[in-house]
Structures are given as structure tokens and as C-alpha cells.
């Protein structure tokens, strides 16, 4: 009988085994191969930790290795509205990483814990003393006993699926790998309302382009391929794709669409809802809602402590969704781009 078993070993899961390994009997289940040639499972993500993220880990006072980081680093951002034919570049900077060897280089910190990559859940039941979770590795299906579950399993997970009904907005997050035809620095955010309400990228890393969007589920892939074609104009040439990976992604409209659990079931990081609803960065939330239920298990009600420890992290979503009003509004956008405010010229 374990105490806890932790479904997912993103930056949530990592961290909370991380932080909780040592004082409980915790096994930590993560679809992830650690072998990076080898696993059947990357999550679309353009990998680069935002100043938010950074923040996350300067806290925990962590410092990525080097063979963590990509090439090249980047210190801004190419505003790109395909509408309006307009590009404005802010300065930005984000830690440009290999997100599977960032993810594994998080795993790696845990001790204590039980960590079994490579597997997948295919169930979790209400057991007489606590829950039974059913997984497959390599062929071979599994069974444990806890007393807790932590959904910490994104956005299609399988502990909010199957124990609630609070529902959130979800998006197809949709990417490609290219050869690069140059390898200068970028990192490009599209904007086309008529084909999303969110945001495309662009960037590159170690010698390749990453293209990739998030599109409302019906017709995402339709979606994708329309956005590619007007992106041309900008100098994307999306020939030939080497590489294409699609996952759901979370963006909440509401924080009513955020569940923290009940009755020793939690969710942490994306699983629950926390994530930035303007730009879709998740590890700083990961990480910190990770940090919130570990502090909570420390008292006897963990939910309420969880929740009141969530508080802030509510409040910061709830201003990043004023901050995506201006953002995916078109007129708003345009206003903003137009006025150049914070901007910065590209001398060529």
C-alpha cells in the first residue's frame, strides 16, 4: 500500500516526488521513456522557459545543466498578426532547452520516491482502503495500491477523467519539425483570429524549426496547414516536415474551470487547469501548484489547505486572462502593435 502515486512526470509530478519522496512511500508513473531515442511520448512544446518558469526555479534554486540547453538563446520576440500584415518585436528572454532532457534532468532530482517510466495507466478504482491503479510496461500490466492519487498528467488526464466532471477549454497543440534554412536567432508568436483564438510559433533549435499552433479541435489539422501556407509571407518555409507531434492543451476561459480534488484525489499542474490562459506556459504553474499540495499534506484537511494554497495562483491566471482579452482580441492587438509600446527595432 503505497501513500501516494503520482500519475505524470512533467515538471508537476517531478517536483511534488521531489519534494514529498523522502517522507512517503511514493511511486511516480510517467509515459516517458528515459532513453530519449526510445520514447513513444513528447509533449508538443516549443521548450523555452519563460520568466515566470525561470522565477519557479530560482525559488527551488535550481540551475539547468548545460546539456539541457538548446541553440540558440533568445532575447526577443517576433510579433507577427497575419491579419492585420503587421510584425512587432519586443524584447524578451527564454531559456531556450531540450524539452524531453528537461524533463528527464527534473525526474533525475527526485530521491526516495519510486519512479517507472515507459508506462502507461490504463485504469484507477475506488479500493476498499484507498485506490487501485492499473498501468502497462513493456507489455506487462501492473497493479498498485494507495491511498492517495495525484493527477499531474496534462491535459488529457486520466485521474480528472475519470473521478470528475468539471469541464475546460481544451485546444489541438500541433507542431512540426523542419531542416532550418538559416539558423539565426528567432522566435516568432503568430496571430490569425479567423483560424485560432490562440497563437501559433515559430523558433529555432539545434539546427531545426519548430512550427506549431494551438487551434480550437474542430478542424485543427485543416487549421494548421492554412496557417503554415500564410506564414510563407514571413519566411517560414514548411516543406517537408521531418517530425509532427499533437497533444491536447488546457487554457482555462474562467477559473471556475480549475479543480484542485477531493477526497485524497488531487490535480497539479495542467491536469487541474494550471496554466497561463494567454500563452499556454504551464511549468512555473506546474511547479508551484506542486509546491502548494506538498505544503498542504503537511496538515490534516489537504484539500482546504491545498486550496487556500492555490489562491494566489487563481488570482495570477485570473490576470493573465485579462492580459489574453487584449491579447486575441484583433482591434486590441492591433492598437497595441501599432503603438510600438516596449517595442524595440530590429537593425538588420
Not at 115 to 120: F, G
Not at 238 to 254: G, H, M, Q
Not at 263 to 288: K, Q, R, T, V
Amino acid at each position: 500500500m503505497r501513500d501516494v502515486i503520482i500519475i505524470g512526470g512533467g515538471p508537476a509530478g517531478a517536483t511534488l516526488a521531489r519534494l514529498i519522496g523522502q517522507n512517503h512511500n511514493v511511486l511516480l508513473i510517467d509515459k516517458k521513456s528515459s532513453d530519449e531515442s526510445k520514447t513513444t511520448f513528447k509533449k508538443p512544446c516549443g521548450g523555452l522557459i519563460a520568466p515566470d518558469a525561470q522565477r519557479a526555479l530560482a525559488r527551488f534554486q535550481l540551475e539547468i545543466p548545460t546539456e539541457v540547453l538548446a541553440n540558440p538563446q533568445l532575447f526577443a520576440v517576433k510579433t507577427i498578426d497575419l491579419q492585420a500584415r503587421r510584425v512587432t518585436h519586443y524584447q524578451r528572454f527564454y531559456l531556450n532547452v531540450n524539452r524531453h532532457r528537461f524533463d528527464s534532468w527534473l525526474l533525475s532530482l527526485v530521491k526516495g520516491a519510486d519512479v517507472i517510466d515507459n508506462a502507461r495507466v490504463q485504469k484507477i478504482e475506488k479500493s476498499k482502503h484507498g485506490y487501485r491503479v492499473s498501468f502497462v510496461r513493456e507489455g506487462t500490466v501492473h497493479i498498485e495500491e494507495t491511498r492517495m492519487i495525484v493527477g499531474a498528467d496534462g491535459a488529457d488526464s486520466i485521474v480528472r477523467k475519470t473521478f470528475f466532471k468539471r469541464k475546460i477549454r481544451q485546444y489541438m497543440a500541433i507542431q512540426q519539425f523542419f531542416n532550418a534554412s538559416e539558423t539565426k536567432p528567432l522566435y516568432a508568436s503568430l496571430f490569425d483570429h479567423t483560424l485560432t483564438d490562440s497563437y501559433g510559433w515559430g523558433l529555432i533549435k539545434d539546427g531545426e524549426l519548430i512550427f506549431g499552433a494551438a487551434l480550437p479541435l474542430s478542424d485543427s489539422r485543416k487549421n494548421f496547414e492554412m496557417l503554415k501556407e500564410r506564414s510563407r509571407l514571413y519566411g517560414f518555409d514548411c516543406d517537408a516536415p521531418l517530425v509532427t507531434e499533437a497533444c491536447l492543451v488546457n487554457s482555462p476561459r474562467s477559473i471556475r474551470e480549475i479543480e484542485c480534488g477531493t477526497d485524497n484525489i488531487f490535480l497539479i499542474g495542467e491536469a487541474a487547469g494550471f496554466i497561463s490562459p494567454s500563452s499556454l506556459e504551464g511549468i512555473s504553474y506546474a511547479m508551484d501548484s506542486a509546491l502548494a499540495l506538498a505544503r498542504a499534506m503537511k496538515n490534516k484537511d489537504i484539500i482546504k489547505s491545498y486550496r487556500s494554497n492555490c489562491r494566489k495562483l487563481k488570482v495570477k491566471i485570473l490576470l493573465k486572462q485579462c492580459k489574453s482579452i487584449i491579447l486575441y482580441t484583433p482591434l486590441l492587438r492591433k492598437l497595441v502593435m501599432i503603438s510600438k509600446i516596449d517595442s524595440i527595432e530590429i537593425v538588420e
